[in-house]
């Protein structure tokens, strides 16, 4: 089994999302309903969906290239709207929650790119 460009990408991607989650958990918004939902749902919900196109290759099982598009362009847009609410909550704290808040939102745009980058390659069909 060969490693790709993109299951290089898929593994970033899915790294990036657990170190979101783990950061959040240190700098989990309590009076902010939206950005603390759209935090976790983004997160989490790419861990399991990385999960599975992991557990997908492994089983030299292809994801549909349009259902991956879809995927990539979700993430991507729920990665750099969670990343802008956690900046703008968190550029006003102070401590180590403001220094873990914005790593989490530095890290969820980073992943935004990265699920944007991830959706071209896989629409100019480079596996």
Known sequence: MAISRLSIIKFLELAIAVACIGLHSK???????NTNTL????????????VGVFAGHLMSERISKKIDIFFCLVGCATFVAA?????E???NASG?????????ASL???GGALFLIDSLLTWRGDY
């Open 27 to 33: 700098s989990e918004i309590s009076n902010d309903f």
């Open 39 to 50: 935090s976790v749902a983004a997160f989490g919900g790419y861990v399991i969906i990385l």
């Open 83 to 87: 990343g802008a609410l956690n900046i």
């Open 89 to 91: 909550y968190f550029q």
């Open 96 to 104: 180590k929650y403001r220094d873990y808040g914005l790593a989490k």
């Open 108 to 110: 969820a745009i980073i």
